[in-house]
Nanobody, 123 residues
Framework: QVQLVESGGGLVQPGGSLRLSCAASGSIFSINVMGWYRQAPGKQRELVAVIFSDGFTKYADSVKGRFTSSRDNAKNTVYLQMNSLKPEDTAVYYC?????????????????WGQGTQVTVSS
């Protein structure tokens, strides 16, 4: 099984910055895609950013130019640097990883979610 541990959320004023981290551990052979999603109260979960094993990244239009995702493959960790935060960025942020790992049915492709971390942007 694979465990994901998120950290870095909190309360920040508009215009401020936060950095989220998500570390994966367990029986992992490789990680292809690592992504960040968010869910605001009363809204559906939405994609924020994804980063592939070669470093290619894609961002939601709402965060382009403000958020940057990176990964440390040696540490199986993905980061989300969030700058120029706005109140509408307030949400629970979840990381998601697509792995080749040992899971419930043996070695294979599995998706895992982090526990979520609250980001609140407010003055």
């Amino acid at each position: 099984q694979v465990q994901l541990v998120e950290s870095g959320g909190g309360l920040v004023q508009p215009g401020g910055s936060l950095r989220l981290s998500c570390a994966a551990s367990g029986s992992i052979f490789s990680i292809n895609v690592m992504g960040w999603y968010r869910q605001a109260p009363g809204k559906q979960r939405e994609l924020v950013a994804v980063i592939f094993s070669d470093g290619f990244t894609k961002y939601a239009d709402s965060v382009k130019g403000r958020f940057t995702s990176s990964r440390d493959n040696a540490k199986n960790t993905v980061y989300l640097q969030m700058n120029s935060l706005k109140p509408e960025d307030t949400a629970v942020y979840y990381c998601n990883v697509n792995t080749y790992s040992f899971g419930s049915t043996g070695w294979g492709q599995y998706d895992y979610w982090g526990q979520g971390t609250q980001v609140t942007v407010s003055s």
